[in-house]
């Protein structure tokens, strides 16, 4: 069947567009829209409409034709084409008209949208500006401070919105090509008169060129501290002056150009990469299509501290409501009182209002009686990280639990199997780890034990989409993917440190690179006494090289725990909270050297960054070749979605191919030789695929 069909409905002529999730404006669309106005020229046509099939108006450029040939008419061609229309041309707009899509209904003449539709211009999250005339129509229909708004936030706005600001013309309730058919008709009435974006002029208001200059220069260095590192928000705040300064045909010249490098940038093709990593990560490998999904309607979450509060606070945000089991009167206080303060510093920010906040608060009864959770369809345990705990915990659940619950631990590094086999039915036994805060943070690792239904990991995928998560699916390991692959990482920092360096110093490179926080600040954050407790445990083997953790252990011992105690790898203001270099740090690190006969010497920042991220990805390559990622790309979702790593560089495995597996490879091996065996072994699949001349890409894809 075509992706475009046209017909005459009275005098006007309709062109439908049927392509497939989201109507993206694929080659063949392109195509086929062309031959459809193209033909509408000569009919009996006295204007046209232009709509779509399905769920939604055209989401876009089709991002997978990227970095591929380009084929024509390009989309900028066509939408000359579009707007050189002898007939006006109205867009009739619902579900979402982003990037191109929103570029298409800007080079037609008139515009109408169902109340529910959105509109926006998300390309700035692509490492891309709007390459089809947005930056320059953009700002002459509604204004160099809403375009510069629009364009560089990507945030879709509301139908009501959009007419507020002169973006659309119209809002039609009801049927959607009939309100279409009715505003054609007035258009016609009216004359049919072309209205044309581009023979506009940009709105001064009076203004001077220097108040312009101004207010660029301004953006410019807003947008560098929103978008740490990106080049694709300041190429848009280039194409905006364009429009303001230069004639419509010159400003697209400009935006093309611009346009051509941020698609041809290394952080575009990470974002792009992304795009499709998040949604590729929801898919599980070999779980037949039509695997019945359970029904969630009831969800208990036994402990209220942190963690249980934010992850209870997902669940209620959708309108699930939350049984919130505490072992007393005054941990469930506690625990109430901690989802309070997060909605009030939501209420707060305006994000909420004060009513909803109270009725979401509302849908958490506390317990502290297990029998309370009989009738749950999902009870989630996130109680203290100990193995005996969490088992006692589920065996008590086994013995209340109505049948086909589902049963899940959001243990960041027990064994899901030996919590399981606490039951009678591993079946329904599952990892679901959120990560801190839990009511923010968008990665749910999802672990599948060994005897793990489908059904249960089909629902548990349904179910992180549903509360608004990016969900990645890991085996059972100590750490899963992420936990698993900071220990390297974490063990990397913490030698640089005893061989010479300083937590400001690993700090700042790692956030050049681009992380959201160095992993010393991160240590401070979370508490140095997280770590030390964890060992505690283990066996001298199994904490392995004392050299890895006798800085931190140091620290714990004088009482630095980290932010909360005002002190830890750094000082804390105690006023701003702002991180001071210490001299004690200092002092404890050489002692620390000394004691484990380490020279200390400069250590360049280029192999502090080789040191922490190959540390990443030589763990990330393990991880693969034991099967506990399904494929590279999951990982990717994992770091940037839980721990900070920039998105722009699409994660630490895409990263890999980015640098070269060669030189990852190589680097490895002399790191082995340098810094010792025991630290640094190459992943088995990483030399095999460098032996065999493939990227990690290439690999996946086979
Ligand atoms: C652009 O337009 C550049 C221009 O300015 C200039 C050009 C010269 N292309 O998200 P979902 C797939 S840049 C190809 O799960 P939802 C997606 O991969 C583009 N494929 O659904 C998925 O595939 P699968 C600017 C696309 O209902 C399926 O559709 N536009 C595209 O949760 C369903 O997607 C954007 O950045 C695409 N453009 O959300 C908008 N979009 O089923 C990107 C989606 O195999 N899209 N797919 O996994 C979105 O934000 C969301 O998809 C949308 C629907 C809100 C539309």
Request: contains cysteine; hydrophobic residues 40%.
């Amino acid at each position: 069947m075509s992706v475009v069909s046209y017909e005459l409905v009275g005098d006007i002529g309709v062109i439908r567009l049927n392509n497939p999730p989201v109507n993206a404006l694929s080659h063949a669309l392109r195509i086929g829209v062309q031959d459809a106005v193209s033909k509408a020229q000569d009919d009996s046509s006295l204007a046209l409409v232009l709509i779509c099939e399905g769920r939604t108006f055209i989401a876009g450029a089709d991002i997978s034709e990227f970095g591929k040939a380009p084929m024509m008419p390009s989309l900028p061609e066509l939408l000359i084409d579009i707007e050189s229309s002898k007939k006006p041309i109205i867009a009739a707009i619902h579900g979402t008209a982003l990037g191109g899509g929103l570029e298409t209904a800007l080079a037609c003449h008139y515009r109408c949208a169902l109340p529910s539709a959105q509109v926006g211009l998300p390309e700035v999250k692509l490492g891309l500006l709007p390459g089809a005339g947005g930056t320059q129509r953009v700002p002459r229909l509604v204004g160099v401070k809403a375009a510069l708004d629009l364009i560089t936030s990507g945030t879709p706005i509301a139908a009501s919105k959009a007419l507020s600001i002169g973006l659309i013309d119209k809002v039609v309730d009801g049927d959607l090509l009939s309100g279409a058919l009715e505003f054609a008709k007035e258009v016609i009435e009216q004359g049919a008169t072309l209205k044309k974006i581009s023979d506009l002029e940009v709105e001064k208001q009076g203004d001077s060129p220097e108040f312009f200059s101004e207010l660029f220069a301004e953006w410019r260095i807003t947008l560098s501290k929103r978008y740490r590192g990106q080049e694709a928000p300041q190429r848009i705040v280039d194409c905006i002056e364009a429009a303001v300064n230069k004639p419509f045909n010159e400003g697209l010249k400009i935006e093309r150009e611009l346009f051509m490098e941020c698609m041809q940038s290394s952080q575009s093709a990470a974002l792009r990469h992304l795009f499709f990593a998040e949604r590729m990560s929801s898919k599980v490998n070999g779980l037949p299509k039509d695997t019945q999904l359970k029904d969630i309607k009831r969800v208990g979450i036994i402990g209220g501290g942190t963690m249980g509060g934010g992850i209870a606070m997902n669940f209620v945000n959708v309108g699930i409501p939350v049984t919130l089991l505490e072992i007393n009167d005054e941990a469930l206080q506690r625990g109430k009182d901690i989802i309070a303060k997060n909605y009030a510093i939501t209420v707060s920010k305006g994000k909420l209002s004060a009513e909803l906040a109270d009725e979401r608060q509302g849908m958490i009864t506390g317990t502290t009686d297990y029998n309370e959770l009989a009738n749950m369809d999902l009870v989630i345990e996130a109680v203290f990280e100990n193995l005996d705990i969490k088992k006692q915990v589920f065996k008590k659940l086994d013995a209340v639990c109505k049948q086909g619950a589902i049963l899940a631990t959001n243990t960041s590094y027990q064994d899901v199997d030996l919590i399981a086999q606490a039951t009678s039915r591993p079946q329904d036994v599952i990892g679901l780890h959120f990560f801190s805060p839990a009511n923010v943070m968008k990665l749910l690792e999802i672990v599948r034990g060994e005897h793990t239904s489908d059904q249960v990991l089909a629902t548990s995928m349904a179910v992180a989409k549903s509360i608004k998560k990016v969900p990645a699916l890991s085996r059972v390991c100590y750490g899963f993917i992420g936990n698993r692959m900071l220990r390297p990482y974490v063990r990397e920092s913490q030698l640089c440190l005893l061989e010479g360096s300083t937590p400001q110093a690993i700090d700042s490179v790692m956030q050049r690179f681009g992380m959201a926080m160095g992993p010393l600040a991160v240590s401070d954050l979370a508490g140095i006494d997280i770590g030390y407790k964890a060992r505690e445990g283990l066996s001298d083997e199994q904490k392995g090289d004392i050299r890895t953790y006798c800085i931190a252990d140091a620290l714990y011992e004088m009482g630095r725990l980290g932010q909360k105690t005002g002190a830890g790898f750094y000082q804390y203001d105690p006023n701003t909270r702002q991180r001071i270099p210490d001299p004690k740090v200092l002092e404890v690190i050489e002692e620390q050297a000394e004691k484990r006969g380490v020279e200390r010497k400069d250590i360049l920042d280029h192999t502090i960054l080789q040191r922490l991220t190959f540390a990443l990805i030589n763990e990330g390559f393990k991880i693969l070749e034991e099967g506990i990622a399904q494929r590279p790309s999951d990982i990717d979702v994992v770091y940037v979605f839980g721990y900070g790593f920039p998105a722009y560089r699409g994660g630490p495995m895409f990263y890999a191919d980015t640098i070269g597996l060669e030189t990852v490879y190589k680097t490895i091996c002399e790191f082995s030789k340098t810094y010792g065996e025991e630290f640094w072994q190459p992943a088995a699949l990483l030399k095999q695929l460098v032996e065999e001349g493939k990227t990690l890409t290439q690999w996946a894809n086979e």
